[in-house]
């Protein structure tokens, strides 16, 4: 029933380690680098300004389980679901894959925070528009475990 | 009863992002860094060539939770504890802070491999006095619930 | 008569820094990722194994002059030009703009290398057919001095 | 006559490359961190609060040539020093060397600019004291020709 958004990334040169394969490090900006997208998918930026406020989502987790290898110039299917989405959190599930072949899965946790000049971010509640967006790729629990 | 390895790491201004703090994916690094300090206290390194294989330690998952944010030029205090000891993985604890203040806690699971020339990694067994000056820094986990 | 190679490169949030634009150093990855898709567009990788060997372009040297600023999320258009063709290397030039302002101008010296097992690089002569791919992008120094 | 200002960085494993060696790229963190160690050692630092205006060291150019190769974990002796010092800029010098082998040097031009809240960066003058400061690396040009 849900949708999953997906985008590709290639895998550059100076991401690539002594041992051949991307960084592991690497899968966390890819997975950071798909969540922008697709918020630029549905219309918004996950940097807003409000006047002199701004509106952005900081990561309270982050986390990736390495399946496999990815080499230089190799090509990353990037598919990304909605896990859950919290009064002013969202968490987003990530599936790497190349060719068919899994590489790997992670998860981030976003939340949606205010940010006055010169305060500490503020977590604010998703703008309810954004909120029936975002559920169109929102992982259909009720049919299947989650991963 | 148990050790905790202790090393520093002061944010460097390519780390940190447009929000002004050290980017997420930045933890990601000092965890291996840390790692890797840990394995040279210990007399050792995350590669050592053994004829014409190489033994590393690729990741198998990482994970991260923020409780707080650091900015440019900021000291991290970085303590790396060693979760447990399996027949060719590490599971490494690290938790971030800066003056006392907690910034970040990770998890980092390190799998010992054997790497010869044109074949993929396969899993070995850590070296016996490997695991026995890591045992140093293992979490004692009979007197308390693990974090 | 000359051509450029054109290529496109969005800012991501991991390249910014505290000062809120992309961070200097970033513009030699974008430097190194458009010669390289310079080179996939001419049918050839800058990494190419040769049986046990490999056939690489270690950089001797790179360089930039910064003009202006960009944002996170702005895109630069980044134009690639072949300043000078010696026997085994190769001079670049690259121009970066967001929406027809002048961000920066760079070169880069990239070296054929043959690279066996164990050996250090050595500089190796650029085969004939890329050679005459190449011209395609020289810059026509009859006509105009070069920047 | 001039003095020199030495630091040390040790290649971490995520500045590797496939190719075995730190990214060309990295050289241009490790010149921009060189610079930053100096500017505390001078007791300032490169970003400076003054209300709420920030004085901050954008570069006007950055370059660098490539002599050697260094692997992970190997350490680069950094040695900086301060070819010219103008109104409101400074022209740095760097060498690296590893175990007294050459491996590369740069250069980097930062300007001094005030940055009012939503404004563009402008240039302000070195603080005198300052000047008087980084006079003692400024390289002694009577006697030999710049490198």
Redesign the interface.
């Known amino acids: 029933m849900s949708e999953q958004f997906r985008t590709q990334r290639r895998v ?3 991401e ?6 991307a ?3 690497a899968f ?2 890819y997975m ?2 798909a969540e ?1 997208a697709l918020l ?1 998918e549905l219309g918004t ?3 807003r300004h409000e006047g002199e406020a701004v509106v ?1 989502w ?9 399946q496999g ?1 990815v ?3 190799q090509v990353l299917d990037i598919e990304v679901a909605v896990e859950r989405i919290g009064g002013s959190s969202v968490a987003y599930q990530f599936r790497f894959s190349h060719e068919g072949r899994p590489v790997a899965q992670g998860k981030m946790v976003s939340v949606c925070c205010r ?1 006055e ?1 010169g305060q ?1 971010p503020k977590s604010t509640p998703i703008a309810p528009e954004l909120v029936a967006r975002l559920r169109r790729f929102l992982v259909d629990t009720s049919s299947s475990a989650s991963p």
Chains 1, 2, 3, 4 share one sequence.
């Not at 900081?58 to 390495?66: E, F, K």
């Open positions: 550059e040169f100076c690539t380690d002594a041992a051949g394969i960084h592991f490090s966390f900006t950071e680098q922008h630029r930026s996950v940097v952005s900081p990561r309270v987790s982050a986390s990736c389980d390495y290898m080499r230089f110039e940010i000049p500490p």
